[in-house]
């Protein structure tokens, strides 16, 4: 085998074919085999983004995972280490100055073995796009490069924003606090990051697909929307009732819908109910527009009208949709009415560089009768 080895492959790719393989040590009671995860073992980053003195380290280790464990053993880790720089330097690899740099270095790992990943929430929309999309196409065999939509300086912001709001929070609410975040690409619909829960690198629930919430207020817009869309009814200027209202149910029940502010102005403008959020003014608005409407209006936005229950409450957001559902509507409205579906993927091709899939699509648009302008 190591004749026929030698014979067809070079002495580079059988090196990278070991350090692919090669054991570096234990994440709880997960074997870590390969550099690309000893990298994020250790150092919590990709294999690209080390150091030079963090992949000697990497080196290092491969001659006991055990012996020079950096975290039970740091002494030896780094004189291990050390020792790897001096031979990179001795052999022409690295100059006299790096070398003095790089040994003057702390070990720089973890504060404890970790394999959790980054985006885990953004990989999770990733990885179910391939398998729609792909499906039975995939050779595993064969290997895919997949380009994404991410932007890894905006997932970067709103990790720290969201660990930062969740600790900020926790300090007036308690502990019992989640978070989501889903940023798009208003024309195209591409996702550039996301968010899954109060803490990003966690690959748990993710919220921000899976997360199903009534929306409230995030309703109304369609609902002015829907008013726009008929300019010789509706403009920005025209008076909306804000009277008490009273509804009732099939069953005998009333529902009597009130502003935040327990107070009621007579008529206010369009713009004005929607500019502060007026919830009776938005409830008379929707009745006298027809929810069958108004339901049409969420549908064109990309909301299956199947997740709408019609009733009146539903003017205010009684309904429950997910972060990502919410921020397909809101793309749509972004966009001037172009509906891009969102996506996470870009392209797909094959090792051979055969394309798979790519999301170059037209997005679909309101028609003009529906659209305000």
């Known amino acids: 085998?190591?004749?026929?080895?030698?014979?067809?492959?070079?002495k580079d790719r059988i090196l990278e074919a070991y350090l692919n393989e090669v054991y570096l040590g234990q994440a709880g009671g997960q074997a870590v085999y390969g550099f690309p995860l000893g990298a994020r073992l250790y150092f919590g980053r990709p294999?690209?983004?080390l150091t030079i003195d963090q992949l000697a380290l990497l080196v290092g280790v491969v001659k006991g995972p055990s012996y020079y464990n950096p975290w039970r053993y740091p002494e030896r880790a780094m004189e291990r280490r050390d020792l790897i720089l001096r031979m990179m330097m001795e052999n022409g690899f690295i100059t006299g100055d790096q070398y003095a740099t790089a040994a003057g270095r702390k070990l720089g790992i973890q504060k404890s073995p970790s394999l959790s990943s980054r985006q885990p929430a953004y990989f999770e929309q990733l990885a179910q796009e391939i398998r729609e999309k792909i499906g039975s196409d995939f050779n595993p065999d064969g290997g895919l490069r997949v380009f994404s939509t991410l932007d890894p300086l905006s997932q970067s912001l709103i990790d720290k924003s969201v660990v930062n709001q969740v600790k900020a929070l926790k300090k007036v609410a308690g502990d019992e606090l989640e978070a989501a975040v889903v940023i798009v690409d208003r024309q195209s619909g591409e996702i550039r990051a996301m968010v899954g829960g109060a803490r990003?690198?966690?690959a748990g629930f993710n919220r921000a697909m899976n997360g199903s919430r009534q929306i409230g207020s995030l309703s109304k817009p369609p609902v002015?929307?829907?008013?726009?869309?008929?300019?010789?009814?509706?403009?920005l200027a025209t008076p909306i009732e804000d009277k008490p209202i009273v509804l009732k149910?099939?069953?005998g029940s009333e529902w009597k819908p009130r502003n935040y502010d327990r107070k009621f102005r007579g008529q206010v403008p369009l713009m004005v109910a929607l500019a502060n959020s007026y919830n009776v003014p938005t409830v008379n608005l929707g009745l006298a527009l027809g929810l069958n409407n108004v339901i049409d209006t969420f549908d064109e936005l990309g909301v299956s009208p199947s997740?709408?229950?019609r009733v009146p409450s539903l003017l205010l957001g009684a309904?429950?949709?997910t972060p990502m559902e919410v921020t397909q509507m809101y793309q749509t409205i972004g966009s001037v009415g172009r509906k891009a579906e969102l996506t996470a993927l870009r392209a797909v091709v094959t090792g051979e560089g055969r394309c798979c899939t790519a999301?170059?699509?037209?997005?679909?648009?309101?028609?003009p009768s529906r659209r305000a302008g």
């Open 319 to 321: 309904f429950t949709l």
């Open 307 to 309: 997740q709408i229950t």
């Open 224 to 235: 002015y929307l829907t008013a726009l869309s008929e300019p010789d009814k509706y403009n």
């Open 1 to 10: 085998m190591a004749i026929l080895l030698d014979y067809r492959y070079s």
């Open 249 to 251: 149910g099939d069953q």
């Open 359 to 367: 999301t170059g699509r037209s997005p679909a648009r309101l028609s």
């Open 200 to 202: 990003p690198g966690f």
């Open 47 to 49: 294999i690209e983004e």
